[in-house]
Nanobody, 127 residues
Framework: QVQLVESGGGSVQAGGSLRLSCAASGYTYSRYSMGWFRQAPGKEREGVAVIGSDGRTTCADSVKGRFTISKDNAKNTLYLQMNSLKPEDTAMYYC?????????????????????WGQGTQVTVSS
C-alpha cells in the first residue's frame, strides 16, 4: 500500500525558510515521478515543483529561484526547500506520486495525473 506522509510545515514570517519532507513507502520509490502541490482556501490546487523518475525538476514560475525540489532515493523521501517565503505562499502543501515518467510541465499543470497523495502540511507566511 502506497503511503505519503508530509512534514515540516509551520508558521514563518516573510523572508523566512522552511523545508518540507515527504516520506514514501509501499512502492519502488525511484521509479516514480513526484511533486509538490499547494492549495490555498478558495483556490484550485496548483503545481509547485515536480521531479521525474530521472531526477529532472520543473518549478512553477512563482517559486523559481526560491524553492528547490529534491529527493533521496535511499531514504525514500522527497523534499521541498522553501526560501524567501512570501505571504502568497500560504497554503496547504501536498506531495504526490505517480508511476513512471512524465514531462515536468505536464505534471506541474495537471495534478489529477498523480495517483497517490499525502494528507498535506500547512504553511503559513505572515507579513
Amino acid at each position: 500500500q502506497v503511503q505519503l506522509v508530509e512534514s515540516g510545515g509551520g508558521s514563518v514570517q516573510a523572508g523566512g525558510s522552511l523545508r518540507l519532507s515527504c516520506a514514501a513507502s509501499g512502492y519502488t520509490y525511484s521509479r516514480y515521478s513526484m511533486g509538490w502541490f499547494r492549495q490555498a482556501p478558495g483556490k484550485e490546487r496548483e503545481g509547485v515543483a515536480v521531479i521525474g523518475s530521472d531526477g529532472r525538476t520543473t518549478c512553477a514560475d512563482s517559486v523559481k529561484g526560491r524553492f528547490t525540489i529534491s529527493k533521496d532515493n535511499a531514504k525514500n523521501t522527497l523534499y521541498l526547500q522553501m526560501n524567501s517565503l512570501k505571504p502568497e505562499d500560504t497554503a496547504m502543501y501536498y506531495c504526490a506520486a505517480r508511476v513512471g515518467a512524465m514531462a515536468g510541465t505536464i505534471g506541474l499543470s495537471f495534478p489529477s495525473l498523480y495517483d497517490y497523495w499525502g494528507q498535506g502540511t500547512q504553511v503559513t507566511v505572515s507579513s
